[in-house]
């Protein structure tokens, strides 16, 4: 049975920082993709951060200069930094793999990230 679970997030002060990780388990995901996912209420869930097989990232606009993805494959964990928070960060933040961004195959049940001005 394929897993994803996130850990980490929690409350913030606005310019601070927090991380977030994402265990996954099940399969091996080193072919995947992997990125976190974000849903504030009232609000369409966005990607915020992936990475793919290769090492390369994407970041939204949103976050970069801000954000860092990276991944252990041998842990099949993928970890998010997040720094400069902003009280527009918060939301549930969700991890995902899947070969292709706009439809990833796995998800996990999220983890809330709260941002305090």
């Known amino acids: 049975q394929v897993q994803l679970v996130e850990f980490g997030g929690g409350l913030a002060q606005a310019g601070g920082s927090l991380s977030v990780s994402c265990a996954a388990s099940g399969r091996t995901f080193i072919n995947y993709a992997m990125g976190w996912f974000r849903q504030a209420p009232g609000k369409e869930r966005e990607i915020v951060a992936a990475i793919y097989w290769t090492g390369s990232t994407y970041y939204a606009d949103s976050v970069k200069g801000r954000v860092t993805i990276y991944r252990d494959n041998a842990k099949n964990t993928v970890y998010l930094q997040m720094s400069s928070l902003k009280p527009e960060d918060t939301a549930v933040y969700y991890c995902?793999?899947?070969?292709?961004?706009?439809?990833?195959?796995?998800w996990g049940k999220g983890t809330q990230v709260t941002v305090s001005s």
């Open positions: 995902a793999a899947g070969t292709k961004l706009s439809s990833m195959d796995y």
